[in-house]
T-cell receptor, first 110, second 112 residues
Framework: GENVEQHPSTLSVQEGDSAVIKCTYS??????FPWYKQELGKRPQLIID?????GEKKDQRIAVTLNKTAKHFSLHITETQPEDSAVYFC?????????FGKGTRLHILP | SQTIHQWPATLVQPVGSPLSLECTVE??????LYWYRQAAGRGLQLLFY??????ISSEVPQNLSASRPQDRQFILSSKKLLLSDSGFYLC???????????FGEGSRLTVL
């Protein structure tokens, strides 16, 4: 089955700088790769996703890249702001079975 | 619009006691339904998912079970809880073929 690895587990960046979170997956048949943000005490919510027929997707300050050959994908957040502080989860899967990474706790430093 | 309800929100149970967590979805038909567990340092672990009434796929061998008695109802159960069952349980739904998960507010279970 699918296995998703996520790094780093914790990331601290200065406000205004960029943050990058990286994930790898094991199942070459996986075709859907979402990213979720979970603020303290709240449920995870989708922030961006990418399908295997696309290499890059951008939505304002966030972007995701996918390298199918290497089986890895990354989340990029530019011009970070205090409200970006949260836990971010990558995930991957197919046929509606979605497996999550262990999460990255992002701290935005003032 | 679609909504998902999950209860109870908080539960403290002794070791060896039974468990029942319930989840219902409104405003959609034939959703995919999921149970995830969130434990410290382990991310979101997929426990069960269902693509239809009576169709349950189990991902992790354990003393938990799931049932889907109705199209929009998903129940997580245990006959005898273990200490290791403590965690934050999240129910989620998705539209078949789209992948995007919509999570409930979660149930925090503490087993003592």
């Amino acid at each position: 089955g699918e296995n998703v690895e996520q790094h780093p587990s914790t990331l601290s960046v200065q406000e205004g700088d960029s943050a990058v979170i990286k994930c790898t997956y094991s199942d070459s048949a996986s075709n859907y790769f979402p990213w979720y943000k979970q603020e303290l005490g709240k449920r995870p919510q989708l922030i961006i996703d990418i399908r295997s027929n696309v290499g890059e997707k951008k939505d304002q300050r966030i972007a995701v890249t996918l390298n199918k050959t290497a089986k890895h994908f990354s989340l990029h957040i530019t011009e970070t702001q205090p409200e970006d502080s949260a836990v971010y989860f990558c995930a991957g899967g197919r046929d509606d079975k979605i497996i999550f990474g262990k999460g990255t706790r992002l701290h935005i430093l003032p | 619009s679609q909504t998902i309800h999950q209860w109870p929100a908080t539960l403290v149970q002794p070791v060896g006691s039974p468990l029942s967590l319930e989840c219902t979805v409104e405003g959609t038909s034939n959703p995919n339904l999921y149970w995830y567990r969130q434990a410290a340092g382990r991310g979101l672990q997929l426990l069960f998912y269902s693509v239809g009434i009576g169709q349950i796929s189990s991902e992790v061998p354990q003393n938990l079970s799931a049932s889907r008695p109705q199209d929009r109802q998903f129940i997580l159960s245990s006959k005898k809880l273990l200490l290791s069952d403590s965690g934050f349980y999240l129910c989620a739904w998705s539209v078949l073929g789209t992948g995007e998960l919509f999570f409930g507010e979660g149930s925090r279970l503490t087993v003592l």
